[in-house]
């Protein structure tokens, strides 16, 4: 009964991720900019009980025998979603189609993010709450009000001050979550590579709106169903074979 303890385990255990992933799909429904968290369960590593060709009872038996043993939570990765809803905000920006905002943090490495809350600081350049800093940085002098036109082009007074750049990743899934809505590029994404909007296959700009988060609510409630309900199945599994190992325990010769 240990195996069937195992598996039942590792079944709880993938499960559990999911349920992790559809919960923080739920709490983050109206997170802007959010990547909804898309899971994949795979088998767990196969048992090996009998090798090809095995030697038994004085005959050579060719084919091999193995077994499934349990599963795992193979993937747990970002899904973007581009739909912008309008905010009351000038200093909003959202990307109309694919392509991420950089900003830098405290010690200067560049991340992403689909989320565009942006305010300005006291030395007039655009940043994320928390303090991330738009990179390239564009600076709005102060006092100044300013439009933000659809291929990044900063105008103040009529005049361009700045160009705001979007990167683009090969994979966005393979992004890694560095901090809150942020991402840094890896070997699975792809670098990060700067482009105006509107060029390259970027998204041009919207200002005085936001991307909207990557969750669809029905979506998420038929993924909570079907989890909650494996996850309960895996646990009567657990009892199952603790009780089994009780009576097996409790024989008497």
Known sequence: MDQVLSIAASGLGAENGVLGAVATNI????????????????????????????PYAGQVIAPGLALTAGATLAEDIPRFGQSVVPSSIPTHLAIEGPGFFMVTNAQGAVWLTRAGEFTLDANGELVL???????????????????????????????AVGQIQLAMVANPAGLLQVAPNLYQATAASGPAVATAP??????????????????????AF??????????QLNAKMVTAASRLDAALTNLQV
């Not at 997170?31 to 048992?47: A, D, H, K, L, M």
């Open 27 to 54: 709490a983050n429904l109206n997170t802007p900019g959010f990547g909804e968290r898309v899971t994949e369960i795979t088998s767990g590593v196969n048992q090996v009980l009998r090798a090809a060709n095995s």
């Open 129 to 159: 709450p928390g303090g991330y800093r738009l990179y390239p940085p564009v600076a709005i002098p102060t006092g100044m009000s300013f439009t933000v036109r659809g291929d990044g082009t900063v105008v103040v007074n009529g005049q």
């Open 198 to 219: 509107g060029q390259g296959g970027a998204g041009t700009l919207q200002a005085g709106a936001l991307d909207a988060s990557g969750v669809h609510l029905a979506d």
């Open 222 to 231: 038929g993924q909570l169903i079907a989890a909650t309900t494996a996850y």
